[in-house]
């Protein structure tokens, strides 16, 4: 029977993966998507990061602070995408 881990992996690198993923999927949903549509496909991208978020916390296999750190996951995932809808936003607003 094998002991317990004497030093756990870091659990930083999934909360940024998923903030990361997030910022792909908004720029990817800015260039692909009708600017009448993107409201809603924003909406998608936010939940496919919490299932993402979800596996990813669940995959480390510890218990300690996974409220937390999916909590943090997401609340990234929602600043970046608040973020890039908010240029898109700026971006329609600019003529040209």
């Known amino acids: 029977m094998p002991g317990p ?3 756990p992996r ?3 690198g999934g909360v940024i993966a998923v903030w ?3 910022a792909l999927a ?5 260039i692909f998507v009708p600017a009448d549509d993107r409201a809603a496909w ?5 939940g496919a990061t919490l299932v993402l978020a979800f596996s990813i ?3 480390y296999g510890r218990s300690q602070q996974f409220v937390e750190r999916v909590a943090a996951s997401v609340l990234g995932a929602l ?6 809808s908010a ?3 700026l971006a329609a607003i600019v003529p040209g």
């Open 5 to 7: 881990e004497l030093a």
């Open 10 to 12: 870091r659990t930083v």
């Open 20 to 22: 990361v993923v997030a």
């Open 26 to 30: 908004g720029i990817a949903i800015g």
């Open 42 to 46: 924003l909406t998608v991208g936010l």
């Open 57 to 59: 916390q669940l995959s």
């Open 79 to 84: 600043v970046v995408l608040g973020v890039i």
């Open 87 to 89: 240029g898109f936003g």
